[in-house]
């Protein structure tokens, strides 16, 4: 053990290992595999978590005869938690492939995502029994991949010897072709995906027009779901608008829980900067405007949002200056150009997809946009509505806002409707490939 100390020490640098780790001298608990240590406060646990965690465990499963895991909790969450007795293991644990920053703890909640993040705990408090399959959609850069790992990290985290397997659409495609090409792979393939008690699937609208692929996920779901393991599943769409995936697969999609994660609103995306301020080494002083500023100028994706803190933080810094106002737009400038151009391009390609509709339909744009309900005005305002969303993927929320601030379900159901009719009425499917066209057309110019 004293040589996997300074083995450790030596992978994060003394001064690090003394600043962290040094004052931790009792273990707070020691069950089923996982052992929880104390620290002192909610910023070392957070520095913890975020660059150390997984160097971690990878040391204690390389050197640990046992299976084990490690958590990180504050003095006050110790206060709260009652110790369980220690728990013999009964069989052997394979690692899973986790992000293990990825917590509840560390997933800011607000409006835009309270509903997902309640029913995500419950299911990872009752994992096949609550919700399965649990369908999480919504736009990217909104959270869903945290979400569903923090799904896992929760169990792991409560039960070590759980066999949890993480995996994107495109790698489980990859895995299959793999399989197809190579002799004696499809015992190997059934021993990673099958032996398992929890199957979490990120951007399951990659396997569109992957056929085969989809057979084999068809299988693989139906032999989970039978044995009841849980499945959670992300996608940037509800599962009927989910294009080119057999409906077999959407309908079993359905059948179980899906929950939509929207775009957060001024004061959970400052709630998010506030947070991700927390896992920086020093103490950053960045005034409310600032925070203020920042977040109304990313709205739609958070990964992009906080992107831009760190780079601020970062560049003040690098160069040991004071955040101001100034040093934002210093720092922030090329971004924030960039943003500017291309939104100012997108409202006026936004506005070219109404006009043209309003003129193949012959109504005004006034009305197009407006509040007006009979069927002359609403099923241009839904085609309008469906191809903004093809075209250009923005949020159901956004698009709601160029149509009067209709609301997010409001467009959802909208777009739901054009494509299903599609399918079927040869008048609409003309309508739609003529201002295509014509959109095209103006764009190329």
Known sequence: MAYN??????????????????????????????????????????????LYISKINELALKYSKDPVRFKFITEDESAKDNDVPERKLSFDYRKGNLNQTYSFDSFVVGKSNMFAFRMAMKVADQPGAVANPFYLFGDVGLGKTHLMQ?????????????????????????????????????????????DIDVLLVDDIQIMANASKTQMEFFKLFDYLYLNNKQIVITSDKPASQLKNIMPRLTSRFEAGLSVDIQVPDLEHRISILKRKMVTFDDEIAISDNILNFIAKQFTANIRELEGALIRLITYAQTFNLEITMDLVHEALGTILKVRQTSESLNDNNYNKIQSLVADYFQITLEDLIGKKRHAKYTLPRHIAMYLIKSKYNIPYKTIGSLFNDRDHSTVLSACDKIERELKVDKTLKFAIDTINKKLNSNLSR
């Open 150 to 194: 923090a799904i896992g990290n929760y169990i792991l985290d409560n039960d070590v010897t759980k066999r949890i397997l993480y995996v994107k659409a495109d790698n489980f495609i990859e895995d299959f072709v793999s399989l197809l090409s190579m002799k004696g792979k499809n015992e190997e393939f059934n021993n990673k995906y099958r």
């Open 5 to 50: 100390i300074k083995r450790f020490r030596k992978i994060i640098q003394w001064r690090n290992y003394n600043e962290l780790f040094h004052p931790l001298t009792s273990t707070h608990k020691y069950n089923n595999g996982l052992i929880t240590l104390v620290v002192a406060n909610d910023f070392l646990k957070n520095r913890i978590n975020k």
